[in-house]
């Protein structure tokens, strides 16, 4: 039997990127999925068609958006909170307005989606937030504010970890270091400037931090929460 089989399972940001991977591994894993979008509407409908799994639009800079999608999707045996978006440049000529709106998306959302699934996720749940390896260590100049919302995931994380502990579900970020999508591609202009930082002179793939947040939602992780798993080719070490 597929480790996932049966589970319900919510991906906010599933569309593109390292969200499309989880949506393709949970999906192959047995699971029933749904998994939001926002701007990517042909790429969603398309995944959700060869995945047999159920694209939503659902903004996440919208905080009761994303509280009605997690209620309306309820009750899930797993929320994986991918979605997210990335700034980099002098913060001193950043929109506030844009930053605000990255804050919204990379950490309020997370947050907000992890209360209002804990409220009815049964026992053996599992909460899996997307983080960064920079919420750790900020390697170059240019991602303050990008960081500070990676670093307040890992806060939320630790913290729900302890609140929903006692009822049997596990909360835990994954941080990857730089992986080859949209975001940050591997033929990318900070290529020379992040293989300075790795031990492994590559890119991750999507499908790689797939596999440790399916591992993280499957059966043998029950003893592992309030975790701040890197994946990130050793940019950290
Ligand atoms: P991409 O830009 O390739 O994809 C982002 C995904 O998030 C898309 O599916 C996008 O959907 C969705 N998304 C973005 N904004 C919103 C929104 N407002 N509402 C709903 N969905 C949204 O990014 P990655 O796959 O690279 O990144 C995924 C996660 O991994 C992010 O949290 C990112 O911070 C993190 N990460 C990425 C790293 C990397 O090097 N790539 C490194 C470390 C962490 P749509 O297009 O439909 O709007």
New binding site residues.
């Given amino acids: 039997m597929a480790s996932l089989q049966g589970k319900s399972v919510l991906v ?9 991977a989880i949506v393709r591994r949970f999906a192959a894993d047995g699971a029933t999925v749904t998994f ?5 509407k042909d790429a ?1 409908e398309q995944l959700a068609g060869e995945t047999g799994t159920t694209a939503v639009l ?4 919208d905080r009761d958006a994303v509280i009605a999608r997690v209620r309306n999707s309820g009750p899930l045996d797993v929320l994986v909170v ?5 700034m980099v440049g002098d913060p001193l000529e950043m929109d506030a307005d844009a930053v605000d709106r990255m804050i919204r ?2 950490v309020q959302a997370p947050y907000h989606a992890a209360v209002e699934a804990a409220r009815r996720m049964p026992e053996g749940g599992r909460i899996v937030v ?4 920079v919420g750790d260590h900020v390697g170059f100049p240019g991602i303050a504010a990008y960081s500070l919302t990676k670093s307040a995931v890992q806060g939320m994380v630790r913290g729900l970890a302890r609140d929903f502990g006692p009822r049997g579900i596990t909360v835990n970020a994954v941080q ?4 080859d ?4 591609p591997a033929d990318g202009p900070l290529k020379d400037l992040l293989y300075g930082k790795m031990v492994l002179q590559r890119h991750g793939r ?1 499908e790689e931090i797939a596999g440790l947040v399916a591992w993280l939602a499957g059966p043998e992780a029950g003893f592992a929460t309030g975790g701040m798993h890197t994946i990130d080719g050793g940019f950290n070490a």
């Fill in positions: 906010l940001g599933g569309s593109r990127g390292i969200g499309a939001t979008y926002a701007g990517s969603a659902t903004d996440s800079a991918n979605a997210g978006v990335a998306i990379n997307i983080g960064s390896n990857p270091g730089p992986v999508t949209d975001m940050n999507p």
